[in-house]
């Protein structure tokens, strides 16, 4: 896998695009004086592929000492803000360079979905605090980072994209990709380059087959019915794709009962809704 996909790790830390008005909220945020670790992490978790740039950062400079970093959270305290602080500015500065470029999926779908898919995990994770021990924050990050093998198709094989957009209307979107370069495998690829940790890369790797994630198994069905849900609410990536099959034995292991998931979801829907009147994405 890794010679076909060369040209991924030529630019693989090219900036991820994310949606204009939510650089731009960042960017005001950021002009605030003193911001503090809260309002960071909140920045942070409005976007995607800062996220991703910040979870690489935090993992790469301590890839030898047994330390992984999962959440956001962790990588803030890790990093510090001052190291924050410059990479939210250098990315917003190279982001806003490729703001008037043309991909092959919308990147304010892709963020809806994947936002949508954070928040829908953390509430499932809530809810399962009561009975076992569940990490919040780190099933926020996965949830969020999920599809980033879509993200960095964009920017990397738009042409590969665009056919599988193109062939997947009426149809499941993943079925019509490519193996050899799907989001899965290309997530997957960018999560190992990345020195992602391994709860992270299984999530990437296995959010549509969780049974077969490495260790993970939990954390992987949590994000898959979180997936799935956000396919059923009508916030897909692709506009015209269907709604992926969501795995029984997932939604039985996690045992969550109807009146649950539907608590579960008008509560993370709220809180979608409040973020993109926030910066001003509806
Ligand atoms: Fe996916
Ligand atoms: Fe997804």
Request: with cysteine; glycine share 4%.
């Amino acid at each position: 896998m890794e010679q076909e996909l060369d040209p991924i790790n030529c630019k693989m830390f090219d900036p991820l695009p994310s949606p204009l008005p939510v650089t731009k909220y960042i960017v005001e945020m950021l002009e605030k004086r003193d911001l503090n670790r809260e309002e960071i992490l909140n920045a942070l978790k409005l976007d995607p592929a800062l996220a991703a740039q910040v979870i690489r950062l935090a993992n790469s400079s301590v890839p030898n000492v047994g330390i992984s970093v999962s959440s956001l959270k962790n990588a803030i305290n890790l990093l510090g803000l001052e190291r924050i602080f410059s990479l939210l500015e250098i990315s917003l500065i190279l982001g806003k360079k490729r703001e008037r470029e043309k991909y092959p999926i919308s990147i304010k779908r892709f963020w809806a979905h994947s936002l949508l898919v954070a928040l829908i995990s953390e509430s499932i994770g809530k809810f399962l605090k009561r009975y076992q021990y569940i990490e919040t924050d780190i099933l926020f990050c996965a949830g969020l980072l999920h599809d980033i093998g879509k993200l960095v198709l964009c920017t990397n094989r738009p042409q590969e994209l665009r056919k599988a957009v193109v062939a997947s209307t009426n149809k499941v979107f993943f079925h019509c990709e490519d193996c050899s370069c799907s989001h899965v495998s290309v997530g997957a690829f960018f999560a190992e380059k990345c020195f992602y940790p391994p709860d992270l890369c299984s999530v990437i790797s296995s959010h549509h087959a969780p049974e077969e994630s490495e260790g993970y198994v939990m954390l992987g069905e949590v994000v898959h019915i979180a997936d799935n849900m956000a396919h059923v609410l009508g916030y897909g990536v692709v506009e015209k794709e269907s709604v992926p099959e969501i795995k029984l034995e997932a939604l039985k292991r996690v045992n969550l009962q109807g009146e649950s998931l539907r608590v579960i979801a008008s509560t993370a829907l709220e809180h979608h809704k409040r973020i993109r009147l926030q910066v001003d994405m509806l």
